[in-house]
């Protein structure tokens, strides 16, 4: 900022968004590969995409990923926001902090052994290994995010607004609903979000608590991957990545907005 | 009362979660590790841990997590650097991180392409005259890919404390005769230490478990803790070896959090 950037420096910077960016779009270029492999391109086509989409097994499978990650997403959100209200009600600090160290144990922990434990668990539980093992996984691990989410929201507000609405006369639903609710939407928003993509991305914890017969995008695409090369993965890829490009933009309007709004003098 | 009894009722779904899907787990991992295969109660498995042949994996997982973390932060801090130099360094951070919004697996099935036998890498090596080499499934490919795929994690911590860091700092160091390499090395660097920090925690933990990309990448060259946890639990199903693994990964990692300090270590990964 206060000098220009070395033309090093500039050289630099360029390599590593070269190195980031290449292979993604390696991917997106062999896609159109009529060849069949990834190292010679012969000839445009689009019959990858086609063969995609006429992939029956492999859209329910997408489907199956889509219905995991809003239904996740929708109950870790509404727990999530009522685990943030409980931690942020209780008054001793040290209870306070052993609920948000327990709350952020399922953050901190590699996949494998999340994996490994929620096997044990709903196999002991007697819970059949499928569409309902893989949900409840993912609820599970997105609830904490939710909450980290909400939490600095709700430090942020005033209590004097709950004061506020309980000396006009509100009850308590009033003031979760009227005055709580609202304050604290952005979180809930920027929560609902990143438990969606958390579950879209999540590869290890799926792969452990999936059956036979229940697959999402992920493990497709790493039992695919141990097979070896096909450009169906590649087309697969490149429609993936213009979804996750929207996803990013829509994620950085959403905070752009928040924080414009944090700063605001709307008061 | 009607307030105590709505408390009650909505504090339900989330300490069911906590005793479900946080102590419950972590207790089952410490239970199953007392179990051999056939399901007695025996202390079989933490002997089979300490074993030349398991001893030999712990350390070999954790030489090549180190080399990761260090090579993601020798290549992650100039970058961090040199983003909150340029104008629109928002902009340019959303686009480091992008990448890693992107599906782990598609990324690691690039480089298969990649570093395959006919793959570009090997064009490139036969360019330069150095003829074309075994890439994948080498220890080298496993640690470029995993290289690649935790240095956005490594920038967004970095790249905050040094955000933090008062420009006026380094005038003063400028001011006092102090070099750039003395000012750097005096100043900047202490002062971004606690990013550097959860970047190395955010990775090396990972480096440690990731499974798929040992497979994918590295053949089975390289062994990692995460990846005998998995072999354990879906290979060769037995779950009392599989949970002592994850029992001392666990302790590995809570030791690695006492040692780099967790006090930051949430504003790195929500922003994901």
Redesign the interface.
């Known amino acids: 900022?206060?000098d220009k950037?070395a033309l090093s420096?500039k050289a630099?910077?360029f390599i590593?968004?070269f190195?980031?960016?290449a292979?993604?779009f390696?991917?997106v270029y062999?896609s159109f590969n009529s060849g069949g492999?990834?190292?010679?391109f012969e000839g445009f086509t689009l019959d990858w995409y086609k063969e995609l989409f006429g992939d029956t097994r492999l859209l329910i499978i997408v489907l199956n990923t889509i219905v995991i990650a809003l239904l996740s997403a929708l109950v870790s959100t509404?727990?999530?926001v009522?685990?943030a209200?409980?931690i942020h009600?209780v008054k001793q600090r040290q209870t306070q902090n052993a609920?948000l160290s327990?709350?952020?144990?399922?953050?901190?922990?590699?996949?494998?052994?999340?994996g490994?434990?929620?096997?044990?668990?709903l196999t002991?539980a007697g819970i059949k290994l499928g569409f309902y093992s893989v949900l409840l996984s993912h609820i599970?691990f997105s609830?904490p995010?939710v909450v980290?989410?909400v939490l600095p929201k709700l430090k942020e507000m005033s209590p004097s607004l709950i004061d506020a609405a309980k000396d006009l006369g509100a009850?308590?639903?009033q003031v979760l609903t009227k005055v709580i609710v609202p304050y604290i939407t952005p979180g809930i928003f920027a929560g609902f979000f990143?438990a969606l993509?958390y579950s879209?991305?999540d590869?290890?914890v799926t792969?452990?608590v999936t059956g036979n017969g229940f697959s999402t995008?992920?493990v497709e695409?790493?039992s695919l991957?141990?097979r070896?090369?096909s450009l169906n993965?590649n087309a697969?890829?490149t429609l993936?990545?213009i979804f996750?490009?929207l996803?990013?933009s829509g994620y950085?309007f959403i905070s752009q907005r928040n924080s414009t709004r944090g700063l605001g003098v709307r008061k | 009362m009607e307030n105590k009894l709505t408390r009650n009722l909505y504090v339900i779904p989330y300490a069911l979660w906590i005793l479900l899907f946080v102590i419950a787990p972590i207790t089952l991992i410490l239970y199953y590790s007392f179990f051999d295969i056939e399901g007695n109660l025996s202390l079989v498995n933490y002997k089979t841990f300490f074993t030349p042949i398991y001893l030999k994996m712990t350390l070999s997982s954790f030489w090549y997590a180190f080399l990761i973390t260090a090579v993601t932060l020798l290549v992650a801090y100039p970058t961090a650097y040199l983003i909150t130099r340029t104008k629109h360094k928002h902009f340019w951070l959303l686009l480091i991180i992008a990448p890693s919004w992107m599906n782990l697996l598609l990324k690691a099935y690039a480089f298969i392409g990649i570093f395959g036998a006919h793959g570009t890498a090997n064009a490139l090596l036969e360019v330069f005259g150095i003829g074309s080499k075994q890439l994948l499934f080498t220890d080298f490919s496993f640690v470029f890919v995993s290289v690649y795929i935790f240095i956005p994690f490594m920038i967004l911590p970095i790249f905050n404390s040094l955000n933090e860091l008062n420009p006026s700092l380094l005038d003063a160091a400028r001011d006092l005769g102090a070099s750039k390499w003395t000012t750097f090395r005096r100043v900047v660097f202490p002062l971004t230490i606690q990013g550097v920090k959860s970047g190395c925690q955010i990775v090396f933990i990972p480096a440690l478990s990731l499974f798929m990309l040992t497979r994918l990448i590295a053949g089975n060259k390289v062994i990692t803790l995460g990846t005998a946890i998995e072999q354990q639990f879906l290979v060769t199903q037995d779950w009392g070896m599989g949970s002592t693994i994850a029992v001392f990964l666990t302790i590995f990692m809570v030791l690695i959090m006492i040692f780099t300090g967790n006090r930051k270590k949430r504003g790195a990964k929500n922003e994901r």
């Open positions: 900022m206060r950037l420096s630099y910077l590593i968004f190195i980031l960016y292979p993604i390696y991917l062999y492999t990834m190292s010679n509404i727990i999530g009522f685990g209200l409980w009600s609920l327990l709350n952020n144990v399922l953050i901190v922990s590699p996949d494998v052994i999340i490994a434990s929620f096997l044990i668990l002991l599970a609830i995010i980290l989410m009850n308590q639903w990143m993509t879209f991305d590869f290890a792969f452990f995008l992920s695409i790493y991957a141990r070896g090369i993965i697969l890829s993936l990545f996750t490009m996803l990013v950085y």
